[in-house]
């Protein structure tokens, strides 16, 4: 009888380019923010109040958005919801690239924040849905490994490169792993129709 258990080489294998090479991207970008943003309001003369407060604000973003992004998964796809989240950290690094004020880091940070929501749930229902029962465990643990790889990796390299050159090019820099995230989700993860999915209706999301 032959064995027909998938072997977790072929599972990281198939789940590379869609899943795993673009989360380890912008998981970089999202633990990167949690150490630039507030030392970069601090270099520029504001309280630790406030350099406090752009961290609280990163998450105010993932509260905000973590329960209607298993909502928009079933309703509109996995794919899409990845995108969106790979759009929102891209708009939050132009924002950081072009805007110097406090508003501006805010609002960038709080954006940081709902992206890694939206990718998160994004990535995770996309692995349950595409792989099998059998795969699913050695797929997801490897999506914690890629974010403590992410989460080491990605401050060390542009706190680094922020003191060897200037934030708005780390900044870029960050915007152009967020670019190579969308285009990896975009081109490879697959669009499928999952019959068992039902669609919620988005009303009373954020009701009490």
């Known amino acids: 009888m032959q064995n027909t258990v998938p ?4 599972i990281y294998k198939r789940l590379f380019l869609p899943v795993y090479l673009p989360s380890f991207m912008l998981v970089m970008v999202n633990a990167a923010c949690l150490i630039l943003l507030p030392v970069f309001l601090l270099q520029q003369g504001e309280t630790a109040a406030v350099a406090a407060s752009a961290l609280a604000l990163r ?3 993932i509260l905000l958005i973590d329960g209607p992004a298993g909502i928009l998964a079933n309703r509109f796809g ?4 990845m995108l969106a989240g790979g759009c929102c950290a891209l708009l939050a690094m132009l924002l ?30 996309y ?24 989460s080491l990796t990605g401050p060390l390299i542009f706190a680094f490169l922020a003191e060897l050159i200037s934030y708005a090019l780390v900044f870029g820099l960050m915007a152009l792993l967020c ?28 009701k009490l």
């Not at 072997?7 to 072929?10: F, H, M």
């Not at 880091?105 to 995770?124: D, E, I, P, T």
């Open 59 to 61: 998450g105010v973003g």
């Open 7 to 10: 072997t977790t080489r072929s």
């Open 179 to 206: 670019v190579v995230y969308l285009v990896c989700t975009f081109l490879f993860v697959q669009v499928r129709s999952y019959p068992h999915r039902k669609a919620i209706p988005m009303s009373g999301v954020f």
């Open 96 to 125: 950081l690239v072009f805007g110097n004020s406090v508003a501006m880091v805010m609002l960038a940070s709080c954006m940081v924040g709902m992206s890694n929501g939206m990718s998160l749930v994004g990535r995770l229902s």
């Open 78 to 81: 996995d794919k899409p919801l």
């Open 127 to 150: 692995i349950t849905d595409e792989c099998d029962v059998l795969e699913r465990g050695r797929a997801i643990s490897f999506i914690g490994g890629i974010q403590r790889i992410g």
